[in-house]
T-cell receptor, first 110, second 117 residues
Framework: GNSVTQMEGPVTLSEEAFLTINCTYTATGYPSLFWYVQYPGEGLQLLLKATKADDKGSNKGFEATYRKETTSFHLEKGSVQVSDSAVYFCALSSNNDMRFGAGTRLTVKP | SQTIHQWPATLVQPVGSPLSLECTVEGTSNPNLYWYRQAAGRGLQLLFYSVGIGQISSEVPQNLSASRPQDRQFILSSKKLLLSDSGFYLC????????????????FGNGTRLTVT
């Protein structure tokens, strides 16, 4: 079946540090991959997506590349800000079956 | 543009009382609709999804039910709440397959925090 595994948190970084949140997946077919962000007390917002191998999704300084050979979609940002503190979810959709990872809580300290 | 409305934002209910959470989508037709629950500090659990009016699929057996009386309205209900029903409930929509879109992303409402006392 389809599944997503992402690194466990929490992750705590200082402002301007480099961020990587690992995400790997298992899927049948050709999934689309997503990263969602959830700020405190809110619903999830789509952060970025990639629909085929080697695609790079990017938004707000965040990037993730669809790596079919390693079945990965790691989230990166070169310089995090306090306002990036949130929970990040990796997700995949394959044949309209949407699966989410468990979420990684990121805290950025000034 | 499309918008999704979910209410109420917070709710405190006693054990054994009924529940009704409502979600509506604007700006699109024939959306797929979803109810998720997020327990404190945990990931998302898919409860129900619907691909059309009156068509409801349940992912897990539970104390809750869902209905879709109109194309863009999705309701989550319970006849008698349990303590274990406490959590953060999220409604979401995606472009329906009838529009030829596969694997489109979900768009979430702002959630309802339910506390059963």
């Amino acid at each position: 079946g389809n599944s997503v595994t992402q690194m466990e948190g929490p992750v705590t970084l200082s402002e301007e540090a480099f961020l990587t949140i690992n995400c790997t997946y298992t899927a049948t077919g050709y999934p689309s991959l997503f990263w969602y962000v959830q700020y405190p007390g809110e619903g999830l917002q789509l952060l970025l997506k990639a629909t085929k191998a080697d695609d790079k999704g990017s938004n707000k300084g965040f990037e993730a590349t669809y790596r079919k050979e390693t079945t990965s979609f790691h989230l990166e940002k070169g310089s995090v800000q306090v306002s990036d503190s949130a929970v990040y979810f990796c997700a995949l959709s394959s044949n309209n079956d949407m699966r989410f990872g468990a979420g990684t809580r990121l805290t950025v300290k000034p | 543009s499309q918008t999704i409305h979910q209410w109420p934002a917070t709710l405190v209910q006693p054990v054994g009382s009924p529940l009704s959470l409502e979600c509506t989508v604007e700006g699109t037709s024939n959306p797929n609709l979803y109810w998720y629950r997020q327990a404190a500090g945990r990931g998302l659990q898919l409860l129900f999804y619907s691909v059309g009016i009156g068509q409801i699929s349940s992912e897990v057996p539970q104390n809750l039910s869902a209905s879709r009386p109109q194309d863009r309205q999705f309701i989550l209900s319970s006849k008698k709440l349990l303590l274990s029903d406490s959590g953060f409930y999220l409604c979401a929509w995606s472009v329906g397959r009838s529009l030829g879109q596969n694997n489109s992303p979900l768009h979430f409402g702002n959630g309802t925090r339910l506390t059963v006392t």
